[in-house]
């Protein structure tokens, strides 16, 4: 799913939720990170905290998520374990976050990407949004869904 403004809004609320439910004032966004120098190899997850150890990712989709969805989070799986491995294997929290009851039900369900979210031990997030927000990304997906 293409970005929109009104995800990023989304994204910032959830960010700013986690930061106050986690007491991480050191917890960043966007944050750019090398992990192989001699590869030259950056990831950018949706938030990070080397202080308290904690890296994690957004999701503002609505609704059960299709096929593309679920690969977008199977990479940030393996976004996550691949930083923990080339963080000489020190542990992180690894988390993600969503806005959606169907999404959260559907990533602790039984699926491969459930059990990996459980296997892995990657925290998951439920973090409501205003229902003004949700329409307007209800909207945004419509538009997108419009012209892809």
């Known amino acids: 799913m293409s970005d929109s403004k009104v995800q990023r809004e989304a994204e910032e ?3 700013e939720n986690l930061k106050s439910k986690l007491k ?3 917890l960043q966004s966007n944050v750019r990170i090398l992990i192989s120098k001699e590869n030259n190899i950056w990831i950018c997850p949706d938030f990070y905290s080397e202080e308290k150890h904690i890296i994690g990712e957004i999701h503002t989709h609505l609704g059960k998520l299709k096929s593309a969805q679920l690969h977008k989070i199977e990479g940030d ?3 996550m374990l ?3 491995k ?4 020190e542990r992180y929290r690894k988390m993600i976050a969503v806005c959606d009851f ?3 039900n559907q990533l602790i369900g039984n699926s491969f990407v459930a059990e ?4 892995f031990d990657i925290e998951l997030y439920y973090v409501p949004l205003e229902q003004t927000l949700i329409n ?3 909207q945004a997906m419509q538009e997108q869904n419009f012209y892809h």
């Open 116 to 119: 990996a979210i459980r296997q």
């Open 13 to 15: 609320i959830i960010f």
């Open 77 to 79: 799986i393996l976004k």
């Open 82 to 84: 691949l930083f923990e």
């Open 136 to 138: 307007e990304i209800k």
């Open 24 to 26: 991480c004032n050191d």
């Open 86 to 89: 080339c963080h000489n294997g």
């Open 102 to 104: 169907k999404e959260y």
